[in-house]
C-alpha cells in the first residue's frame, strides 16, 4: 500500500512539473514607418519625426505605413491572444492657422500587401522631436516609399497610396489632443494579421494608417515616429500571447508517472513472490 500511495504521489509530481500554456506581455517599437503624400508622389519621409495620416487643408492626402518585427520578438509555439496598437498625437492638421479640420477623425489599419523600404529622407541630426516643415516630405531616394512606389526607382505600388486590404483590420476614433496616447485595440483581424506574420515572416509588410474620410479638407493627424529622440514618444506594439507546450512534452510528463506507478508495483509483487 505504501508503495502504492508513493508512486502515486511520484505520478502527481511528475503531471505538475509538465509546463501549461502560460501568457505574457511584450512591447516592441516599430521597425519601420513613414509618411507619404499624394501632391508628392515622389517625394517621401522615411526618416522624419512624423507620421502624417489624413488630408491638408488643400484635401490632399497623407498616409502611413508602419511595420514591427514579430518573429523574432515572440517564442517558438507562441499564439497571439490581443493586439494594441499605441501613437502619441503630435499634431493636427489646421493648427499653424489654415483653418480647424474635424474634432475626431477615423483612421484604420490597413494589412499591406507589398513589402516597401523606409529610406532616409528627412532624417534629423541628432535626432529631436520636432514635426516642424515634414508635411510635404522631400525627393525620395533609391528604394524609399511614396505615393507611387513601394521601392523608389525600382518598384512601383499596384494601386497608387499603397497595396492594401480594402477592409481595415482595426478603426480608431482620433481626437485632437495632442500629447495624448492614441490606440487601436484588439480585433479579431488584428490578432490575425500579427499571428499570420509570426507564423509567415514573409508575409510582414505591416499596416498603413488610412483616414477613413479622404475628401474633407484638415483631417491630418500627424502621430510622432520611431525616429524621434524621446523613446516614450515612439510607435509601440503591445503583444499578449501563450505558449502552449508541444504535445510530446505533456506525454512524456504522463509516461514518467505511469513508469513510476507501474514498476514499483511490479517490484513489490515479485518480492511477496519470492
Request: net charge negative.
Amino acid at each position: 500500500m505504501k508503495v502504492r500511495f508513493l508512486s502515486l504521489l511520484a505520478l502527481i509530481v511528475a503531471l505538475a512539473v509538465v509546463p501549461l500554456a502560460h501568457a505574457a506581455t511584450i512591447t516592441l517599437d516599430a521597425s519601420k514607418d513613414a509618411s507619404i503624400f499624394q501632391n508628392n508622389v515622389n517625394n517621401s519621409s522615411g526618416a522624419a519625426n512624423g507620421l502624417i495620416v489624413g488630408t491638408n487643408a488643400q484635401s490632399s492626402t497623407r498616409r502611413a505605413a508602419i511595420a514591427f518585427d514579430v518573429a523574432s520578438a515572440l517564442p517558438a509555439g507562441a499564439v497571439i491572444q490581443n493586439v494594441q496598437l499605441n501613437l502619441v498625437l503630435g499634431g493636427v492638421a489646421g493648427g499653424g492657422g489654415g483653418g480647424g479640420g474635424p474634432a475626431n477623425v477615423t483612421i484604420g489599419l490597413h494589412r499591406l500587401a507589398a513589402n516597401w523600404g523606409e529610406g532616409i529622407a528627412q532624417q534629423q541630426s541628432p535626432p529631436t522631436d520636432g514635426l516642424g516643415g515634414q508635411g510635404q516630405g522631400v525627393a525620395a531616394g533609391a528604394g524609399d516609399i511614396t505615393w507611387n512606389s513601394s521601392f523608389h526607382g525600382s518598384s512601383l505600388w499596384a494601386t497608387p497610396g499603397g497595396d492594401v486590404t480594402a477592409m481595415a483590420s482595426a478603426s480608431a476614433l482620433i481626437d485632437a489632443l495632442v500629447g495624448g496616447t492614441k490606440s487601436w485595440s484588439s480585433t479579431a483581424e488584428l490578432v490575425s494579421d500579427v499571428q499570420n506574420w509570426f507564423d509567415n515572416p514573409s508575409s510582414n509588410f505591416g499596416w498603413m494608417l488610412v483616414t477613413t474620410d479622404e475628401a474633407t479638407a484638415n483631417t491630418g493627424r500627424t502621430f510622432f515616429s520611431s525616429e524621434v529622440a524621446t523613446a516614450a514618444f515612439r510607435p509601440q506594439l503591445e503583444i499578449t500571447y501563450e505558449v502552449i507546450p508541444e504535445p510530446s512534452t505533456l506525454l512524456l510528463g504522463v509516461t514518467a508517472g505511469l513508469v513510476s506507478l507501474v514498476v514499483p508495483s511490479r517490484l513489490a509483487r515479485r518480492e511477496l513472490r519470492g
